[in-house]
């Protein structure tokens, strides 16, 4: 994996030997050297290693997907700001499975970093109200759960969100003692101990 900034050297290297292509009078030559330059240029702004953790992600393939994301050694130096987030986007959905606090960190890292793609945020928010839902966070995890269904404009995420409306209205139905609370029996058999 090269550094963003050899990406742009390799395509400008490239794109100036097109140019002396053109005027040697080698067109073809120079429009091949042309389009490769845009691999390099296409590269700077969608990383490659992003781009096979996609991949292996879209086939649920976590583990594959994790080996990619560990080749990115120095994100601040290898990523532009964007990409930063979608490394912790994808970081966040992997760990999202085992360790919620760690995810939380991710997702809000990954919508501070920004996102292109409104339903990538409306994801990484729809994670955080389930984060917060689960923490009993109610008033911010609504919040995020209006704001990612304000993102979602193609309703790619409508069943997850109007599931997660209806746990919501579930546990507020639930009276306070079943919801995790003790009942009063039980914190004054806790007060005589």
Known sequence: MFNKNIKLVIAALIIGYGIYQFTEGYIGNGIMYLLLSTIFIFLYFKNEMILLAFLKLRKQDFEGSKKWLDKIKNPEGALVKKQQGYLNYLNGIMVSQTNM?????YFKKAI???LSMDHD????????AGIAFSKRKKPEAQKLLAEAEKLDKRDM???QIKMMKQQMKKASAIPKHQYGQPTSSRQNRRSKR
């Open 112 to 114: 501070d970093l920004g």
């Open 121 to 128: 945020l409306a994801m990484a928010k729809l994670n955080l």
């Open 157 to 159: 995420l409508a069943d």
């Open 101 to 105: 606090n760690e995810a939380e960190g």
